[in-house]
């Protein structure tokens, strides 16, 4: 099946569904780990150990947007990996989904941005948002002014095009994520407002059942967007996925001349023009 578009459409299954599941429950495990870096990052469970310890070779930052529900804790396989490639300066943007709307979380992530720049004398930064984290990373640059600051800006699994699960909710930020809603529609007749300059990732999900893979995907001409498929995951697996993680290090030491990039396992291929 595909979704018109040449896409693969994920069939919903069973297996599908157990293995959705299987993640979320996954994530809730994890969680109490999420409270401080330390707690996390040090301790090495459940990812493995790398006894040698963190060289810091990058001082640029890069900052972290959790989705809808999630927390710090989201982020500890990804924070490790990239500490390990040499990242010392990471960040994550808190919010609650509750009070929040879509505009202030962007702000908090501006903020962020230039405390972590002038913390580490650097002159840009790299940002990283998961299905929500991911459209806040797009509102961010193109409309709170980040553009200029941003040389990476990575999606993950966030519904560009909207998800039909977001009309089971309440509240701005569930109504911003629904299919066709107006602030996604702002985002695409605005996607060239100062965008233009910053490299574009969008990653998806094959075996996505929250975010479609179809949605997670940036096909605006415009943002000449690299789309990459991670293969056998779903909406949160993917941010533990052993490829996943070397690739988005692989992407941003190549960012930062470090290395060459690695292609990702998987489809991987540029928005359509």
């Not at 903020?111 to 720049?117: D, I, L, Q, R």
């Not at 299919?179 to 990732?201: H, N, T």
């Not at 479609?212 to 967007?225: C, I, N, W």
């Not at 290090?249 to 690695?262: D, H, I, K, S």
């Amino acid at each position: 099946m595909n979704d018109g578009r040449g896409q693969p459409s994920i069939p919903l299954t069973g297996a599908h569904l157990a293995h959705e599941f299987g993640e979320i429950a996954w994530a809730a495990l994890i969680a109490p780990w999420g409270s401080t870096a330390a707690d996390g990052l040090a301790s090495g469970w459940p990812f493995p150990r790398d006894e040698a310890g963190f060289a810091s070779s990058c001082r640029t930052p890069v900052v972290l947007v959790h989705g809808y529900g999630g927390s710090r804790a989201t982020w500890l396989p990804v924070e490790r990996e990239l500490r390990q490639g040499g990242f010392g300066n990471v960040h994550t943007v808190p919010y609650n989904p509750v009070t929040a709307t879509l505009s202030s979380i962007a702000r908090g992530l501006w903020t962020t941005c230039h405390e972590a720049m002038e913390a580490a004398s650097s002159d840009h930064v790299h940002l990283i948002g998961h299905s929500l984290g991911g459209v806040v990373v797009r509102y961010g640059v193109q409309r709170t002014g980040l553009a200029a600051d941003v040389r990476t800006a990575v999606t993950v699994a966030a519904p560009h095009r909207g998800t039909p699960l977001a009309s089971l909710g309440w509240g701005s930020l569930v109504r911003d994520l629904r299919v066709d809603s107006p602030m996604l529609r702002d985002l695409d007749r605005g996607v060239g407002a100062g965008a233009d300059g910053v490299r574009w990732v969008a990653y998806y999900a094959e075996c996505d059942l929250i975010v479609a893979p179809e949605s997670a995907r940036l096909d605006k001409p415009e943002l000449h967007a690299l789309n990459v498929a991670i293969p056998d995951v779903g909406h949160l697996g993917i941010l533990r996925s052993p490829v996943f993680l070397l690739s988005v290090r692989q992407l941003l030491l190549a960012a930062e001349g470090l290395t060459q990039a690695l292609p990702a396992a998987g489809t991987a291929a540029p928005a359509a023009a």
